[in-house]
């Protein structure tokens, strides 16, 4: 374990570099080439976002640890992303609603760190926090009309939502380092942003017709290093040039 302020950087930036690294599979094989665009730029966005948190984790640490060498220098159980980020792509529509799921979270958890008393996360936060308010615009309205859509896009995003969901509860769930980061500070509460996200939630899915499963299983453990082995997979691609060639730089 690491001390909790770490871990709470290490949260948000594993979190948005796991999300990226998923995101940019889709470059080249995204639906039609609009959303080829805007996929590739949510992934730069997160990637950018994931590097910030990283460095700043590194600061922390004080041993000279950069972003590259948490991401890239690292095994799965030392990463802390939520389990959602990691979930398979799937099809289009289940990699819009994993993002939708994702973006009503982390849109108001950036807003509100902008108040952090930490001088570092809030000057992350203030960058990021209009980044994420366009990842869930963009989401939402996606999710919303795939769901009006035809028969058959409703029913992928029933599909998508069934599969998904259980991932949701980690996401607002706080633990002992939310509880501290929030009590220092530095964090805020959690139970505040879970508001915000389950409003948002609750609204789009009413009015797409969706159905949230209330008896659905809430896998839990990604933030204290416990994952699926899609996260295996995730990094065996992500870190392949660095363990084939230690210290490469470009």
Not at 23 to 34: D, F, K, N, T, Y
């Amino acid at each position: 374990m690491y001390p909790d302020k770490l871990e709470y950087f290490l949260r948000l930036g594993d979190s948005a570099l796991i999300l990226g690294q998923q995101l940019c599979r889709w470059c080249g094989h995204a639906p039609v080439i609009e959303e080829d665009i805007a996929v590739t730029n949510t992934a730069l966005d997160l990637i950018g976002q994931a590097r910030f948190w990283l460095d700043a984790a590194g600061s922390l640490e004080g041993v000279g640890r950069t972003a590259d060498d948490f991401a890239y220098h690292r095994h799965g159980q030392l990463f802390r992303n939520v389990l959602l980020v990691e979930q398979p792509n799937g099809d289009y529509g289940m990699t819009l609603m994993r993002q939708f799921i994702f973006d009503a979270w982390h849109a108001p958890l950036l807003a509100s760190l902008v108040q952090s008393s930490d001088k570092a996360v809030s000057e992350i936060a203030g960058r990021s926090s209009k980044e994420a308010a366009y990842h869930l615009q963009r989401s939402r309205s996606l999710v919303s009309r795939l769901a009006h859509g035809t028969e058959e896009s409703h029913s992928r995003m029933q599909m998508a939502l069934d599969g998904l969901w259980p991932f949701a509860a980690e996401l607002v769930t706080p633990d002992v380092v939310d509880q501290n980061a929030a009590q220092q500070g530095y964090g805020m509460p959690l139970e505040l942003v879970a508001e915000v996200a389950s409003e948002t939630w609750s609204s789009v899915f009413a009015d797409a017709g969706l159905a949230r499963d209330p008896k659905a299983s809430t896998p839990r453990g990604g933030k204290r290093g416990q994952h699926s082995e899609h996260l295996d997979y995730i990094l065996i691609e992500m870190q392949a040039l660095q363990r084939s060639h230690p210290g490469a730089k470009w």
